[in-house]
Each structure stands twice: as structure tokens, then as C-alpha cells.
């Protein structure tokens, strides 16, 4: 079975930074598709950042330049670099897997339970 859980969320000030960790069980395939996501209260699940196994990376618009997608496969954990971060990235982070879907989409089969990053101004 195929287990997420996110680490490193917290609190910051504006243009701080943050590295949100993602460490992942039960994964059994060498192919594979990772992203990380972000929900603001009251507002869908949206995608930030993917990731494939072959190392090719997709970012959402509004974090082009301040966030990095990386994976570390001896450590099976995912991690999301976040700079120069601004109240408005404040949301709960998720990650998520899948063998199939590549994208920025929810089309996801796999998810952990989040981590909340509070960015004040």
C-alpha cells in the first residue's frame, strides 16, 4: 500500500523560505509521477509543482523561479524548495502520486495528508 506523509511545514515571514519534505512508502514502480499541492481555505486543491521519474519537472505559473521540485530516490522522499515566499502561498500542502497521470491536474491516485505553511506579511 502506498503511504505519503508530508513534513516541514511551519510559519514564516514574507520572502522567507521554507523546504516541505514528502517521504513516500510502498511504491513500487520504477515509473512514476510526484507533484505538490496546495489548498487555501475556501478554494480547490490546486497544482504547484510535478515531478517525473525521468527528472522532467512542471511548475505552476506563480511559482516559476521561487519554488524547486526535487526527489531523492535512495531516501524514497520528495521535497518542495519554497523561496521568497508571499502571504498568498499560505495554504495546507499536500503530495501526491501516481504511475499513470503526470501533471498538475488532482487526477492523482495517491495523496498524504498535508502540511499547513503560514506565510504573514
Known amino acids: 500500500q502506498v503511504q505519503l506523509e508530508e513534513f516541514g511545514g511551519g510559519s514564516v515571514e514574507a520572502g522567507g523560505s521554507l523546504t516541505l519534505s514528502c517521504v513516500v512508502s510502498g511504491y513500487s514502480h520504477s515509473d512514476y509521477c510526484m507533484g505538490w499541492f496546495l489548498q487555501a481555505p475556501g478554494k480547490e486543491r490546486e497544482g504547484v509543482a510535478g515531478?517525473?521519474?525521468?527528472?522532467?519537472?512542471a511548475y505552476a505559473d506563480g511559482v516559476k523561479g521561487r519554488f524547486t521540485i526535487s526527489i531523492d530516490n535512495a531516501k524514497n522522499t520528495l521535497y518542495l524548495q519554497m523561496n521568497s515566499l508571499e502571504p498568498e502561498d499560505t495554504a495546507m500542502y499536500y503530495c501526491?502520486?501516481?504511475?499513470?497521470?503526470?501533471?498538475?491536474?488532482?487526477?492523482?491516485?495517491?495523496w498524504g495528508q498535508g502540511t499547513q505553511v503560514a506565510v504573514s506579511s
Open positions: 515531478i517525473a521519474s525521468d527528472g522532467t519537472t
Open positions: 501526491a502520486a501516481d504511475y499513470n497521470y503526470c501533471g498538475l491536474g488532482t487526477e492523482y491516485n495517491y
